[in-house]
């Protein structure tokens, strides 16, 4: 069995403590916390599953990684302290552990990181011998390798388009939405991740990954946005109400683009409730979906719907996202100590787990 911990138990964190456990060739020996009020609660009770698994939350990083855990699954937030999360990650990999986390950006496309924190990943892999993966919770999979393998179904290739379609009312981060994001704000309010190059920032190195295995140069990568107001009033059942006239709805498109034209497309529509910006993409039903469409010939259509705690699609792609990364621990564990990306790891089967425990 290969000893796992699982650090930061929000919202990745608590379904990757419910990934680990499920996981045959996992066996979950620690768990960190930031929150000193989740200290010594049992890991069980912080994933929710309606069972003690045996292990106490501990804000004490330093006992944890002195027990030398094969694997860690590093789920605290990146978002606003990125530096903070590389240092933690740098220490993990320093003591020997196989890393997977969606905290980093940068790395998605780590052959084209900043030269500043691709080498210190290499360097903390030399001294310790551990390793790096990376994968975001949109989910990376749907930028990546499932556009990647649907498009070996087809013959003429036009454009590989992967969209995230949500309403944010069922997301479970209420500051994110309404200030990174900006719903429920004045159309004059700049939201930080919508700002010029974030996007980029954020999903630019999928659109370079999938440009690199489809065998293709860019000329660049560009940015489109467009915001709607709400026409009502809206009042929402986990975040109360947002006005007319504040922002309702976000599209966003990150391009790959080739020979001057978008040929690799990751768009983000979300809204904050179904009535605005109605004839922008929608999910087919619920509250969200990732589809990925291959335009050309033949046309391809792909959609998927994932849901969690109690049918949340939101939660089921974050879910997706986390089995993408808990999957590729003991592939990890077998393979050299390195720097890795989503085109060297493989999208793995559910080995063990037919038939499994449900939380």
């Not at 912080?46 to 292990?55: D, F, I, N, P, T």
């Not at 509250?287 to 998927?304: F, L, Q």
Request: overall charge negative.
């Amino acid at each position: 069995m290969i000893s796992a911990i699982v650090w930061g138990t929000g919202n990745v964190g608590r379904l990757a403590l419910r990934a680990v456990d499920a996981h045959p060739a996992l066996t979950l020996t620690g768990v960190i916390v930031h929150d000193q009020g989740k200290a010594g609660r049992d890991a069980g009770d912080l994933a929710g599953l309606g069972r003690e698994l045996g292990v106490a939350a501990t804000t004490d990083i330093g006992a944890v990684l002195g027990a030398r855990p094969r694997a860690v699954v590093y789920a605290a937030s990146g978002d606003i302290r990125p530096d903070d999360a590389l240092a933690d990650i740098l220490r993990a990999i320093r003591a020997g552990a196989v890393v997977v986390t969606p905290a980093l950006y940068a790395l998605y496309d780590q052959r084209n990181a900043p030269p500043e924190m691709r080498e210190a990943v290499l360097d903390a892999i030399a001294e310790g011998g551990g390793s790096l993966f990376v994968s975001g919770v949109d989910p990376g999979w749907g930028n990546d390798v499932l556009p990647l393998m649907i498009s070996g179904l087809g013959g003429v290739i036009d454009v590989v388009r992967c969209q995230e379609i949500f309403d944010y009312s069922t997301y479970d981060q209420p500051d994110s939405v309404r200030y990174l994001v900006g719903m429920g704000q004045p159309m004059d309010y700049e939201p930080p991740m919508l700002a010029a190059t974030v996007p980029t920032m954020v999903w630019g190195g999928q659109v370079r990954m999938m440009a690199r295995a489809l065998g293709v140069e860019l000329d660049e990568v560009r940015e489109t946005l467009e915001r709607r107001p709400l026409d009502e009033t809206i009042t929402t059942a986990s975040m109360g109400d947002f006005e007319k006239g504040t922002q309702g709805a976000v599209r966003f498109e990150v391009q790959g683009i080739v020979e001057g034209e978008p040929r690799i497309v990751v768009e983000h529509v979300t809204r904050i409730h179904p009535s605005c910006a109605p004839d922008w993409p929608v999910p087919p039903d619920g509250d969200g979906a990732h589809r990925v469409i291959i335009e050309g010939v033949p046309r391809i259509e792909v959609t998927v719907e994932a849901t969690d705690e109690h049918g949340n699609r939101a939660a089921g792609g974050n879910a997706t996202a986390v089995g993408r990364l808990v999957s590729a621990i003991d592939w990890l564990v077998d393979a050299e100590p390195g720097l890795y990306d989503a085109l060297d790891v493989p999208l793995r089967p559910a080995v063990g787990r037919l038939g499994g425990t449900r939380p």
